[in-house]
């Protein structure tokens, strides 16, 4: 039997495609992830479905699609992520991985492990539970150097304020976690493999890079927001007037301070990462371990006067994807794949990697074949969904190939088409545009497939049926699998 890999999971929180070198941005500086991405291959049409932590997080745990979670983003009648069955970890650990989860996890109960035999959490500033106090938090409070609290910065969990972090860098949510998962490889069973989802709270808000990160980004020219023909729509200054803003134009120095921050905090996450990757390479596990990189979801950061996430556009949901498989595996693998993947695919992806079984309730597939350049009979499109969360106005359906992106309001009835080939910042809406009315109806209909089969009136003969005054879309899922793992208690 082939000796069975390491894996690392590498996840940022809110990080957007365009914030690597290795997807062609310029001004960031992300060496040790470019490395990994030149060793392996980049996907460059990787999205997320449900562009928010907890339904993308259950997505990629599960390897099953939103409505099979049962979690349909973060609104309305959508539960936390609880009794979860079959999970990455659970199948790993079941086929002699040591598993562990360092980081932001998001589950419910807070100190739940779906599969992993154990975790050490860092959760920003959530209590889920009565008297949860996270590992952070907890080393935090035992090692800081003055009278100060890890939140003293000033800065809301979910704003588009920056500022350099305002405590000693070895304090930073980044150092610690990756000082974390070098101790668990340190101590790690060396009999078994390991499994290692390294997860960080980090470049989700606040935005605050250490000063080293900070100085550098203050310094450069950054890029501006994408700014659209139809974007005035969200230039909302009532909206805009609140710290944790999830729309409105701030000011154009805002705005590069956000930036600013967001970058630096890539840039830190990045060089941390390398510390670990050093580590490896020092013990001799390196070449054995399979490396995948990827985020949750992205940060509109401005975009479109967007901020955050649960949006259909580029910088909400289309997220990195890099895989680096072990020395010892067969083949070349291809750099680049323009193939549409999803979060859903990282489970089967793993598993098949390490020789597991992949369970029946995966819906995603292996992107081993893509790896290896074997892209026929791929998936001709990924699609993308989020309940109601900030404001019924911007729940929305979504379905891509990388190249078309078509999205639908659900509660406004309307609907947008961008050629993301000629148009990346998603700045010209053609869905009005009688030249490009084909393929609006191309790319509805594609969508009107998917819907159809979930017979809850979100169509109705051949077409889309506007969700307007109605009671939020629930998946039947949810309730089932609570009900079945109560009965089986």
């Given amino acids: 039997m082939t000796k069975r890999p390491n894996i690392l999971l590498i996840m940022t929180d809110q990080q957007r495609w365009d914030t690597l070198g290795c997807y062609g941005n310029e001004v960031i500086e992300t060496a040790n992830l470019d490395w990994i991405a030149a060793e392996g291959t980049v996907f460059d049409c990787a999205y997320s479905s449900t562009p928010s932590c907890i339904p993308a997080r259950a997505s990629l745990m599960t390897g099953m699609d939103p409505w099979n979670t049962g979690i349909l983003g973060m609104g309305?009648?959508?539960g936390p992520m609880r009794c979860l069955e079959h999970t990455l970890p659970e199948q790993l650990a079941k086929a002699g991985y040591h598993t562990q989860g360092v980081g932001k996890m998001h589950f419910h109960p807070q100190r739940s492990l779906f599969g992993f035999h154990h975790t050490v959490l860092d959760e920003s500033g959530r209590q889920g539970d009565p008297g949860f106090i996270s590992d952070?938090?907890?080393?935090?409070?035992?090692n800081k150097t003055g009278d100060y609290g890890f939140t003293d910065h000033g800065i809301d969990w979910n704003s588009w304020m920056a500022r350099p972090y305002h405590a000693p860098e070895f304090l930073h949510p980044t150092n610690w976690t990756v000082n974390e998962s070098i101790r668990f490889v340190q101590n790690r069973d060396p009999g078994k493999p390991f499994f290692l989802k390294m997860s960080f709270a980090r470049p989700h808000s606040p935005y605050d890079a250490p000063a080293f990160y900070y100085d550098i980004y203050e310094k450069k020219d950054m890029p501006a927001p994408h700014l659209g023909d139809w974007s005035a729509m969200h230039n909302v200054r009532k909206d805009a007037a609140k710290p944790d803003a999830w729309?409105?134009?701030?000011?154009?120095?805002?705005?590069?301070?956000?930036?600013?921050?967001?970058?630096?905090n890539i840039h830190h996450i990045d060089l941390q990462i390398g510390r670990l990757l050093m580590y490896l390479k020092k013990i001799g596990q390196f070449d054995n371990t399979l490396i995948m990189f990827t985020s949750d979801h992205g940060d509109m950061m401005g975009d479109h006067h967007l901020w955050?996430?649960?949006?259909?556009?580029?910088?909400?949901?289309?997220?990195?994807?890099?895989?680096?498989?072990?020395?010892?595996a067969n083949g070349s693998p291809v750099e680049r794949s323009a193939a549409p993947v999803c979060l859903q695919d990282i489970m089967p992806t793993l598993l098949d990697a390490a020789g597991v079984t992949i369970p029946d309730s995966v819906d995603g597939r292996?992107?081993?074949?893509?790896?290896?350049?074997?892209?026929?009979?791929?998936?001709?499109f990924v699609h993308g969904e989020h309940s109601t969360c900030y404001s019924e106005e911007q729940?929305?359906?979504?379905?891509?190939d990388g190249r078309w992106k078509y999205i639908w309001f659900p509660r406004l009835g309307t609907e947008q088409l961008f050629d993301l080939a000629s148009d990346p910042g998603e700045c010209?809406?053609?869905?009005?545009?009688?030249?490009?009315?084909?393929?609006?109806?191309?790319?509805?209909?594609?969508?009107?497939?998917?819907?159809a089969e979930?017979?809850?009136?979100?169509?109705?003969?051949?077409d889309l049926v506007c969700q307007a005054g109605k009671p939020p879309i629930v998946s039947p899922k949810y309730k089932e699998r609570l009900e079945r793992m109560d009965a089986a208690q």
Wanted: charged fraction near 30%.
């Fill in 76 to 78: 309305r009648g959508q």
């Fill in 136 to 142: 952070y938090r907890r080393w935090f409070e035992q």
């Fill in 247 to 264: 729309r409105g134009k701030r000011s154009d120095e805002e705005i590069r301070r956000a930036r600013i921050g967001y970058y630096g």
């Fill in 308 to 328: 955050r996430k649960t949006y259909a556009y580029e910088g909400s949901a289309h997220i990195p994807l890099i895989v680096k498989l072990p020395k010892a």
């Fill in 366 to 380: 292996s992107m081993l074949p893509l790896i290896r350049g074997e892209a026929s009979g791929w998936r001709e």
């Fill in 395 to 400: 729940e929305m359906q979504y379905v891509t």
């Fill in 428 to 451: 010209v809406d053609l869905a009005a545009s009688e030249a490009y009315a084909a393929e609006t109806n191309r790319w509805r209909e594609k969508l009107v497939a998917v819907l």
């Fill in 454 to 462: 979930r017979n809850v009136d979100l169509t109705s003969n051949g």
